[in-house]
Each structure stands twice: as structure tokens, then as C-alpha cells.
């Protein structure tokens, strides 16, 4: 019996050795050595004799070599334990170099050794390795040719050796470059070339051979079905196919897999008898093997060093999933005999979605019950603090696994909540949050098209409401973080995420939470002292921006802020169904047109005792679909129609109008071929928007009120001799960077009829700020455009509602809104003191909200 030391028997050893001395045409007589064993010898002592003799031989090959310049290769090197047996430099006096190639990673690398890491081919040298391969004659490969081959290439991950396989799949085959096959079809197209050699060269042959360092068949199979789950089970969809996983975690759910499998319980006396004794030598193979990395290290704020484990290369990941289809397709069987995993003709195509999916769910569910305790300890133990992989993966494995109702349980849980953002950090801890979010949300959209009934859809819709309840979860545990005995690494971290879950929040159009998120971001980067050009801040007020709903006006053809419809063409040429198309806009990313009550809560009809809505420019979760009727524009929602409020001029507002007589007059358009919107009646008109925000009432206590700056000489105003000052003071802001009460320089004002004239009035640059005074009546004088005083909206007094400038050109004027001054520098109606000037308030509250 030839025993074996590290991975080479005396036997092979020596013949290697042979082999060396041809090549270098030395006698090799002196190269045998026979190993005697005693009876009664041990294990261990029979692998003492084979160690001396292979140490022995070792140095006579030294011997016959000394004097000659030796330059060894040691190609595709798999185990670095076996590189020193052929380091014969020791015991010579003459040069003697050693070239050692690998895929592996040495933990322990020779301290005289030079590393050289070849990097991955670049693009355009794989490119042109595949056509060099290939054996074309023609160096110029054509256009569609060359994009074929750098998509292809690219799915090869830049391997040389899968790019050379790819290649020869090519001159077999001559057709596949024109073909529209994709990389998984290689095997398959091999397959059907007459030509058996080439066959043998196939993807998952190559990768199947792998395993033949695994000698017995059946311990082979069951460390490829480990394989096969660690791919399947620890990845993330768009995300990281091969992510750093624990290992205790990976080797945990093997255990579950063979205890809880009858099909492959028997394969556990088979790993054994190989000595594949625990799930940490099945590790420790695989990695000898080269298909897994392995590495030492910390994760987020553990102060624990843990060992985790990566899937080496893509294509590997894609030779797991095919391992797992085989393995779903064959396990209801007990047939070894007709057991093929992956032959050379089986290719990974949309015939294996259902079986992929099937597999999918049953070992996500399986690592799902490795956490059965630590949930139900999480729920009876305040202190118990949850493992790394629970914290980074578990909502994963529930949703992979389908267990919907369960994810939310763990999301809303305030341990969970608290130990993952300890672990991760604030803000790593919200994207994983969100990520775990939008993947919930994704399932649920799947299952309700798939659902027959409106139970199923009931039921999505519920959970969808429960996803809410998660993301508020989470901006109360940001927002009751106290940052004033933080560092400033920390303020900024969440600052960041409060900025981060309104972006996630934004997706589920919830516009107040989002707007608020926005809002405690920039506090926090401005209690920092940060100037307003800073990053921070200007990403802060990027995303508060784009929340922002602006009215939607005509304006002048030739405007720079003419909105263009992004499906123009398709709406002249009535390409869309029942349900439309959507409003959105090409000249602003992002935008597109809504209507204001999904936004503001306290806005007015048009006219108030109508059911007519404001029309604006807002986030693309609020698109209104629509579609072309001649000349009319109508929601498919509920069937308004678009027009115009009153006068048809530069600055008039757009309403959803339901007078339907009314909008024959002033609601027929003309959608041009640059995306352009016209009146029929005034060509010259198109629909645009307003740059700045309109200035509105909001609650008292709101963080959207206007603070002014000047609001103590405004006061001194109101109450020097009965409000007969008449100095003009500047509605700049204090709670806004570079801002004051403004009107447009594009309609300054426009006469609803002889006797009136309106002025809009919004929030914009400090230079263009206007100036007011209080009149002896605690109206807001404005001195711009001849004396305009504020007034709400149609006089009505809500949150939501917006505020105007107006002048009435008669003798007997009415009574503009009255004001008074708050002690904080707010400005609120006499009449609704809990009320405040501000920026509109987006959203509602979800507390108040039907259902909720």
C-alpha cells in the first residue's frame, strides 16, 4: 500500500521525477527506493516512512541536478503544500529557480518567494485572444462580430482559458458568432458538433473535472451539492453574486441539507469513509480545490475576528445554480446509476426557471430554520443580540424562501432595527433596510401577478402597507437620535441616511416622510456649520428639490422652462392602451405631470365649490397617465380633462378640469413633435413650469414655516402708530439659505377682470426678494407692482392652501388676509393663529390617514 503524503504518493512522486530527468537527459537508476513496512505499523507510522523516503529521494534528485542551471514549472498548482517537494535549490550550489502558477491563494507563501498577481485580461486583449483562437483568416471581424464577442467575453469574465473554449466552440461551429446564443448554450451547441474532441473541451466539462480530486463517486456528488447550495443560497439578486459569507454559517446549512434530506442522508457514511468527517473538511476541499476563497477578518463593528468564505469566480457561481438544477431534478429519484450532474449537454436556460426557483426556496427556507432559536430568543430576551449573518442576511433568506409575513415581523423588530445599524453603522445599516425593502416589495409584485384571486391581491396590498410601516420604523429611530453629543464622523453618517431613507420613502410615494428626511438631513449639515455650497448640503437640497411641486403655467413658446412630453409621438400616433400613458417629462428627468391634491392635502378646488384640481410639475411617483382625445388631454384616472384656469396669458395656471363644457374653451392642445404643448386657440402659449416653490400656509409648528429675518422690524411695523410706518422692509428668509418671498420676472401679474389684479407669489433668490410694510388693518402690504396686499388663497384659511398677492382697482377694496408676528420670526393668519407662512407641506400624514 502506497500511503500518501500531503496529496502525492511515493509512487507518483518518484515518477515525476523520472519524467524531470528525460526531459534533462540525466540517468534516473538512482531514482528507486523502496518503502518497507513492519507488521503492526500505524497509520501515522506508515505515513513517517513515506515522508522519509520521499525526503530521501528528494535529495539525490538535488545531487543530480547540482551543477546544471535549472529553471522548473510548476503549472496550475493546486495545492501550495506540494511546491516544496520539488524545491531542490536547497541542496545545490548551482542556480536554481522555481516558477510556480496557481489559481489559489497561498495563506502561506515561501519568505523568498516573488508574487507576481496577474490581473484579469483586459477587454480588448480578450477580444482579440478569442479571434486569434478561433482560427480566423480574416484579422478584421465585422461590426456585429466584434460587439458579439466583447458581450461574450465579458460573460466569460475575462478568463483565458473559458475565452479560449469559447473560441474553439466558434471554429466548430461557424455559425455561433452570428447566432443570438447566449453563454450558458455553449455546452449545448458543443453538443451538436460531430466533432467529439471538441465536446470534451465544453464549459461544464472542464469545470466537472474539478471534482475529480475527489476520487470516490458518490463523496464527489456530495461535495458538489455543498457547492451547489452555497451559490444558490448566498447571493444577491443585481447586487453581489459572491459575496464574503461566515464560513460556520455556510457549513451550518450543509448540516441542515444532509440531516434533513433523505435523498442525501446516505451520502454523509460516504463523506466519511473519504474522511470528509465534518462540514469544516468539506471548507477546507473546496478551497484546496480552488472554487472557494477564504479569509480571516472582521465584519462592520465586530470586535471578533471570523472566518468567511466567497465563491472564486462568476462562472463558478453559474456552475453552483446548474448543480442545484440537476440536483432538484434527480433528487425524487433513488436511480445512482442514471445520476449525471451536469453532463456536457446540459445547458442552464429559461426550461430551468421553475426547477432554479423550486431549489431556491426549499434551502433559503432551510437556512431560514438554522435561526428558528436566536428568532425566538430575539422576541423573550431584550439583550440578546443577533450573529453577524442574521443581521446581514437572514430578511434575504426569508424573502428568497417566500416567508413574506415573517420578513416583516424581523424588520419592524426595534432589537433587530437597533443590532443591525450597531453592527452595520447608521448608515450602511438603512441600505441594507432599504435593499431588504425594495427585494420584499419585488416578491410581492411577483406573487400578486401570479395570484388567480383578490385575496392574493388584498393581500399584497396589506403587505405593501406593512413595508411602510418598516420605513417609518426607521425614521423614528434616525430622528430620536440625539446628534449633540456626537462626533462629527457620526452627525454626518446620519445626516446621510435620514437623506438615504427619503430617497427609499420617495419610491413609495410617502411625501411628507420623505420631505421630512430631507429636511433633518440639511439641519444636521447645517447645525454642523457646513456653508451652503458644501456637498452635503447641496445633495440635501437636490433631494428636497426634487420632491418639489411646482404649479404648472403657459408661458411663451420661446421660454427656457417649456416642459417637453417624453411620449409625444406616441400619444399624436394613439399608440397606448386603456389605461394610457404616462405624462412624463423628457425636458426634466425624473418629472412629469400630477395633480396637487396627491400632494397637498389643504389645496383648494378650482373654484373652491368645483371638483377642478390644480395641475403641476412633480416626482416621477406621481405621473398622471393620460390619454389623447382629439384635442383633449384626459386622466385616465378618474376622467378629467386638462385646461386652463381663467384668462388664457403668459402665467395662468392649469387645472384637471370636470366642467367639461369649460374645457371645450380653454382645454384643447396641440402635443408637438418637439413635446411641446400649445393652446389651439394660442399657439404661442405652451406649458411650463415655474421655477420656484409658491409660497403657502403650513402649520405653526412645521418645520416648512418661514422664518423672516427682518421679523422684529416687521413687528415694530405692525405696532408703530397703528401700522402707519410706512418703510418698506425685505421678506428675506433666516430659514432658508438664499431666499425670500418673490414673484415671477416671466408674468409679474396678470387682471382676472378690470377690477382685480393677481400677483403670484413664490419663494426665490434674496436679489429678487420683495419688500412689504403692515398696513394700519395687519394686512401685508407688498410696495412692488403699484400696492398689492397677501391674501390666501379664495380666503380660505388651510393647510395646503396657497398665498397670493392682490390688488382690487375700486373704491371700495376688500380686506386683504391679516397677520401678526410670532415671537420665533414666523408670520401667521390673525384669524388661524396654529397656522404659519411657509413652503408647502408635501404628503399627508399617515397617522391620519383611511386605513392606516
Known amino acids: 500500500m502506497d500511503e500518501m503524503v500531503n496529496n502525492v504518493t511515493y509512487s507518483m512522486y518518484v515518477s515525476c521525477l523520472r519524467d524531470l530527468c528525460q526531459q534533462i537527459g540525466i540517468p534516473t537508476d538512482v531514482l528507486h527506493e523502496e518503502i518497507v513496512y513492519f507488521p503492526g505499523d500505524t497509520e501515522l507510522a506508515k505515513a513517517a516512512r513515506s515522508l522519509q523516503a520521499i525526503e530521501k529521494v528528494k535529495l539525490q534528485m538535488s545531487k543530480l541536478i547540482d551543477g546544471l542551471s535549472i529553471f522548473l514549472v510548476l503549472d496550475d498548482v493546486w495545492c501550495h503544500e506540494d511546491v516544496e517537494l520539488f524545491n531542490f535549490g536547497d541542496g545545490m550550489k548551482s542556480s536554481f529557480s522555481l516558477f510556480v502558477t496557481t489559481r489559489t491563494l497561498d495563506m502561506f507563501p515561501s519568505a523568498n518567494a516573488c508574487w507576481i498577481d496577474v490581473p484579469l485580461m483586459k477587454p480588448q486583449d480578450a477580444v482579440s485572444l478569442f479571434f486569434l483562437e478561433s482560427g ?142 465534518s462540514m469544516g473538511d468539506i471548507t477546507r476541499l473546496l478551497h484546496i480545490m480552488g472554487l472557494i476563497d477564504k479569509r480571516n477578518g472582521k465584519e462592520g463593528k465586530n470586535t471578533m475576528e471570523e472566518s468567511t468564505v466567497q465563491i472564486h469566480h462568476d462562472l463558478l457561481w453559474e456552475y453552483g445554480k446548474m448543480v442545484a438544477i440537476q440536483f432538484e431534478k434527480e433528487r425524487g429519484g433513488d436511480s445512482k446509476k442514471n445520476r449525471k450532474i451536469c453532463s456536457d449537454t446540459h445547458s442552464y436556460s429559461r426550461r430551468n426557471t421553475s426547477e432554479f426557483q423550486d431549489v431556491l426556496i426549499d434551502w433559503n427556507n432551510l437556512m431560514v430554520q438554522c435561526y428558528e432559536d436566536q428568532l425566538y430568543l430575539m422576541e423573550s430576551e431584550p439583550y440578546f443580540y443577533c450573529d453577524s449573518h442574521m443581521l446581514h442576511w437572514l430578511p434575504h433568506h426569508m424573502i428568497k424562501a417566500r416567508k413574506i409575513k415573517e420578513v416583516f415581523k424581523l424588520l419592524m423588530s426595534k432589537n ?99 420631505f421630512k428626511c430631507f429636511q433633518k438631513g440639511m439641519n444636521i449639515f447645517q447645525a454642523m456649520g457646513l456653508e451652503e455650497y458644501h456637498p452635503f448640503m447641496v445633495s440635501a437640497m437636490g433631494h428636497i428639490n426634487s420632491l418639489s411641486v411646482k404649479p404648472m403655467i403657459l408661458l411663451p413658446e420661446n421660454s427656457e422652462n417649456c416642459i417637453r412630453l417624453k411620449y409625444a409621438q406616441k400619444l399624436r400616433d394613439g399608440e397606448y392602451g386603456p389605461s394610457g400613458l404616462p405624462l412624463e417629462l423628457s425636458s426634466s428627468p425624473g418629472k412629469g405631470l400630477v395633480r396637487f391634491d396627491n400632494f397637498f392635502l389643504g389645496i383648494p378646488n378650482f373654484p373652491p365649490k368645483s371638483r377642478n384640481i390644480l395641475a403641476g410639475i412633480g416626482p416621477k411617483e406621481g405621473f398622471i397617465n393620460a390619454t389623447l382625445e382629439g384635442n383633449y388631454l384626459r386622466c385616465t384616472l378618474d376622467g378629467a380633462l386638462l385646461s386652463t384656469f381663467n384668462s388664457v396669458a403668459p402665467g395662468s395656471a392649469t387645472i384637471w ?164 408676528i410670532n415671537d420665533d420670526g414666523s408670520i401667521s393668519p390673525v384669524k388661524a393663529p396654529h397656522l404659519a407662512l411657509g413652503f408647502p407641506e408635501i404628503g399627508i400624514s399617515y397617522n391620519d390617514a383611511p386605513g392606516k
Open 136 to 277: 480566423r483568416g480574416d484579422p478584421m471581424p465585422t461590426t456585429k462580430e466584434f460587439r458579439f464577442v466583447k458581450d461574450l467575453v465579458k460573460k466569460l469574465g475575462f478568463l483565458p482559458l473559458a475565452v479560449r473554449i469559447a473560441a474553439k466552440v466558434a471554429q466548430a461551429y461557424p455559425d455561433f458568432l452570428c447566432s443570438e446564443n447566449n453563454l450558458e448554450d455553449i455546452s449545448s451547441t458543443i453538443g451538436t458538433v460531430p466533432d467529439s474532441s471538441a465536446a470534451n473541451q465544453s464549459i461544464v466539462h472542464l469545470l466537472n473535472r474539478s471534482f475529480s480530486i475527489v476520487t470516490d463517486a458518490d463523496a464527489s456528488y456530495a461535495v458538489k451539492i455543498c457547492f451547489g447550495a452555497m451559490a444558490v443560497v448566498f447571493y444577491h439578486d443585481d447586487d453581489d453574486i459572491r459575496p464574503w459569507v461566515s464560513q460556520s454559517v455556510v457549513e451550518r446549512l450543509w448540516a441542515k441539507l444532509f440531516f434533513t434530506s433523505d435523498y442525501l442522508r446516505p451520502y454523509l457514511l460516504k463523506l466519511r469513509e473519504y474522511r470528509l468527517s
Open 416 to 514: 433587530f432595527l437597533r443590532d443591525r445599524l450597531e453592527f452595520l453603522g447608521i448608515l450602511e445599516g438603512t441600505k441594507k433596510y432599504a435593499f431588504d425593502i425594495r427585494a420584499a416589495l419585488k416578491k410581492l409584485k411577483i406573487s400578486s401577478q401570479e395570484g388567480e384571486n383578490s385575496l392574493i391581491y388584498n393581500e399584497s396590498i396589506a403587505n405593501k402597507g406593512e413595508l411602510i410601516a418598516v420605513l417609518l420604523l426607521i425614521g423614528n429611530y434616525l430622528s430620536d437620535i440625539s446628534t449633540s453629543v456626537l462626533s462629527k464622523d457620526s452627525k454626518v453618517e446620519i445626516g446621510h441616511a435620514l437623506v438615504f431613507l427619503g430617497v427609499t420613502e420617495q419610491g413609495f410615494a410617502m411625501w411628507e416622510e420623505s
Open 657 to 820: 378640469n370636470y366642467d367639461f363644457d369649460q374645457t371645450k374653451v380653454k382645454g384643447e392642445w396641440i402635443i408637438r413633435e418637439d413635446g411641446k404643448i400649445s393652446l389651439v386657440n394660442a399657439p404661442n402659449l405652451c406649458l411650463g413650469s415655474c421655477k420656484n416653490t409658491f409660497l403657502g400656509i403650513v402649520a405653526r409648528n412645521s418645520l416648512n414655516r418661514a422664518i423672516f429675518k427682518n421679523s422684529q422690524r416687521l413687528k415694530e411695523s405692525q405696532v408703530m402708530e397703528g401700522g402707519k410706518d410706512k418703510r418698506a422692509i425685505s421678506l428675506v428668509l433666516k430659514s432658508a439659505v438664499n431666499c425670500g418671498i418673490v414673484a415671477s420676472k416671466e408674468f409679474p401679474r396678470f387682471d382676472t377682470a378690470a377690477s382685480r389684479t393677481l400677483v403670484p407669489l413664490f419663494f426665490g433668490p434674496t436679489e429678487e426678494t420683495l419688500s412689504a410694510r403692515f398696513t394700519e388693518n395687519q394686512e401685508i402690504f407688498i410696495v412692488d407692482f403699484g400696492g398689492i396686499v397677501l391674501r390666501a388663497g379664495f380666503d380660505i384659511l388651510r393647510n395646503g392652501n396657497f398665498v397670493q398677492g392682490t390688488r382690487d382697482n375700486c373704491e371700495n377694496p376688500r380686506l386683504g388676509t391679516q397677520f401678526e
